[in-house]
């Protein structure tokens, strides 16, 4: 079983940053996919960035320049660093563990709300 906990969130002025941070638990962190995503109020979760394995990342266009995934394999860690941000980004933020491995399995984390002032 995989733990996922995320922490960093808060509230920042636009055009400030922050860092969040995911732990992992269990032995898989290394060999997973991960993400991380968001879910504003009355909108559906969406994709934020992921990283694989091998360490590739993809991101949303929305948050492309201005966001950056990483990884640590030897702490089980996750990071999202997030520059400039806009008001726009104020949502919940989730991070996910991806089991490559059968059973394929996604794991959430409780989510960290981010809130960017105006």
């Known amino acids: 079983q995989v733990q996922l906990v995320e922490s960093g969130g808060g509230l920042v002025q636009a055009g400030g940053s922050l860092t969040l941070s995911c732990v992992a638990s269990g032995s898989i962190f290394s060999i997973s996919a991960l993400g991380w995503y968001r879910q504003a109020p009355g909108k559906q979760r969406e994709l934020v960035a992921t990283i694989t394995a091998g360490g590739s990342t993809n991101y949303a266009d929305s948050v492309k320049d201005r966001f950056t995934i990483s990884r640590d394999n030897a702490k089980n860690t996750m990071y999202l660093q997030m520059y400039s941000l806009k008001p726009e980004d104020t949502s919940v933020y989730y991070c996910?563990?991806?089991?490559?491995?059968?059973?394929?399995?996604?794991?959430w984390g409780q989510g960290t709300q981010v809130t960017v002032s105006s």
């Open positions: 996910n563990l991806r089991r490559l491995i059968p059973p394929r399995t996604d794991y």
